[in-house]
C-alpha cells in the first residue's frame, strides 16, 4: 500500500522559513502600507504612532509585532523609513509625518542612549542578524533538500504502486489458469484411474473365470482316476482315505506332532467332503511345520500361521489357507470351543485359527470346502486338532 504524503507546498514552506526565523507572514512595505491605511493626521500632517497602531491591530490581529513574532515595534520600524515617516519625541513616543520631518531623529541618534530597553533591543538584533538567521538559513535549505526528494519518492512509489497492480493483475490472472489446469489434471487422473480400475477387474475376472475352470477340470480328472484306480500300479493295494474320517485316524496314527479331539473325529465322520486326500495331506503339512515350530525359542517373530504359509508357499501341494482368528459374526454363530475326553478329564480349547480349504459354500457346497480348526503353542509337544468338517 502506497504511503500518503502531505501537500507541503511552497508557501507553506516560506512560512515554515519565516517563522523558524522569527518574521512576520508580510512585508515591511505591506505594514506600512496598512498601517497608512488607518493614518489620520493633524493639520501638522502627524500623528502618534501608538494611536494609528491601536486602529491597524482592531482591524487585524496578524500584524502584532509583539504578540505574534515577538519583535519589538521600534526596531521593526529602524527599516520601514523607505515607506514612512517616522520621528522619536524626547520622551520616547513616536510620530508618523505625511512628509519626512527636518528634525527627523533617526536611531543613531538614539544609540547614544544608554537606557536598560534599547540595549535590550540591541543584543535582541545582533542575536537575530549572527545566530538565528544562519540556522534559519541551514535550516531552510535542509527543507527545500527535503521537499525536493519527497516528490521524487513520491514518483517513485507511485510508480511502484502501478507496477503492483499490473503485477497483481497478473498474478490472479495465473491463479486462474492454474485451477483451471488442476482441475483439467484431477479430471483426467479420475479417467485413468477408473479405466485402469475397469481394465484390471475385467481381467481379473477372466483370470479367475479360467482359474476355477480348470481346477474344477483337474478335480474331475482326478476324481475319474481314482474311481478307476488309475492312480497306483497294477497289483498296489489303494492305501488312499476315502473319507475324511478316514484321513483323520491315519493322521492320528502317522503324525507324532499332531494331538485330535473327539470333536475333531465327529466333525470328520460327517463332513461330505470329496477329496479326503487333500485333508491328509494338509495334515502331514501341518505336522511337517510342529516338529520344527514347537521347539524354537521364541522371539523370532513367526507365528505358526505364517511358518506353515512359507512352508505352503513352498510346494505345489493341495491350495489352502491360513487364518489366524475368526470374526465376530461368525464366533456368534459357533464359539469355536472344541473338547476331548469326558466326565472330570474333558479338555475344552477355543480354537479360532484354521486352515481353510476350498473358497465359501458355493460352487459345490459342502462338498468343496473343508475346515481344521487348531491351536499351537509353544512349549507344548502338539499342536491340538479340534475340528475337522465343513464350514461352521
Known sequence: MARKHSNFNERDFERALKSVKGEPDFTKKEFCEELLKHFSPDKTGKEFFSEVYVRLLDRDKKFNLKGNYGIETKRYLEGCSEYIHISTQHDGQLLIHTEKPYSYRDNSQDRGSSTPEKKDDFREGLFARWVVRPIADIVGKRLRELIAENSEKKEEIDRLNSRVSSLESENTELEKDRDLWKNRWKQSAKRNRETREEIRDSQIDVIENERAKEKAEKEELEKIVKEHGWDRLEGEEDTSPKTVLQAVEIAKEEFGFLLFFDTAFES???????????????????????????????????SFERTLRKFHDSDDGPTFEVAEKESQSSQQKHNRVFSNGSGNKTQRRKMLAHVKIGRGRLRGGAGRTLRIHYYAERGKDKVEIGYCGEHL
Do not use: H
Open 268 to 302: 470328520a465322520k460327517k463332513s461330505p467332503y470329496q477329496y479326503p486326500d487333500r485333508v491328509l495331506e494338509v495334515l502331514r503339512k501341518m505336522n511337517s511345520v510342529a516338529s520344527e515350530w514347537l521347539f524354537q525359542e521364541d522371539g523370532d517373530g513367526l
